[in-house]
T-cell receptor, first 109, second 115 residues
Framework: KNEVEQSPQNLTAQEGEFITINCSYS?????LHWLQQHPGGGIVSLFM???GKKKHGRLIATINIQEKHSSLHITASHPRDSAVYIC???????????FGKGTLLTVNP | DAGVIQSPRHEVTEMGQEVTLRCKPI?????LFWYRQTMMRGLELLIY????????DSGMPEDRFSAKMPNASFSTLKIQPSEPRDSAVYFC?????????????FGAGTRLSVL
């Protein structure tokens, strides 16, 4: 079974700061997902990536397949970025996801 | 599209009662997933369907849990009898593999409290 570790568990930042959340996994995968869960509970998929880097607005996700590691970066953080960020990895079929415990990000104005 | 629709949003029941959670996936999606989220264990996959057929139910905790997908637009997750340790948020998600997207779209979840 794939073990997915996220760090840090909790992160508090000031508005405008650059944020990095890390995700490591133990077994080779076909894809890695970053999800965002807002305080209201809804879950939104941010990225799915299997190599390299993807960018969407102020969010950047990178993955290093050899190192079994991914990072989610937020540039110019804003209070509305406050949420739980969850890393999930998919195995051979890519449908069955294993999730990290999440990183609670709080961005203060 | 309205997205993935789950009902009810909140359910409070007493131990021993039957609970049925409902999900309507996004039209045209051929994969449907049921997840459970707790503080202790985070998100866990319970079961997933492809074209209405259960593919992997290894995450279903025990025989008290069952899931069905009678057609492409409806799925249920049933707990009978319910126990306090089943209290959690249950999410349904759907995905369209045919576009090679593999992005999963989540419903708003059902918050279940078993007293």
């Amino acid at each position: 079974k794939n073990e997915v570790e996220q760090s840090p568990q909790n992160l508090t930042a000031q508005e405008g700061e650059f944020i990095t959340i890390n995700c490591s996994y133990s077994v080779g995968i076909s894809a890695l997902h970053w999800l965002q869960q807002h305080p209201g509970g809804g879950i939104v998929s941010l990225f799915m990536l299997s190599s390299g880097k993807k960018k969407h607005g102020r969010l950047i996700a990178t993955i290093n397949i050899q190192e079994k590691h991914s990072s989610l970066h937020i540039t110019a953080s804003h209070p509305r970025d406050s949420a739980v960020y969850i890393c999930a990895v998919g195995g051979g079929s890519n449908y069955k996801l294993t999730f990290g415990k999440g990183t609670l990000l709080t961005v203060n104005p | 599209d309205a997205g993935v629709i789950q009902s009810p949003r909140h359910e409070v029941t007493e131990m021993g009662q039957e609970v049925t959670l409902r999900c309507k996936p996004i039209s045209g999606h051929d994969y449907l997933f049921w997840y459970r989220q707790t503080m202790m264990r985070g998100l866990e996959l319970l079961i997933y369907f492809n074209n209405n057929v259960p593919i992997d139910d290894s995450g279903m905790p025990e025989d008290r849990f069952s899931a069905k997908m009678p057609n492409a637009s409806f799925s249920t997750l049933k707990i009978q009898p319910s126990e306090p340790r089943d209290s959690a948020v249950y999410f349904c998600a759907s995905s369209d593999r045919r576009g090679a997207k593999n992005i999963q779209y989540f419903g708003a979840g059902t918050r279940l409290s078993v007293l």
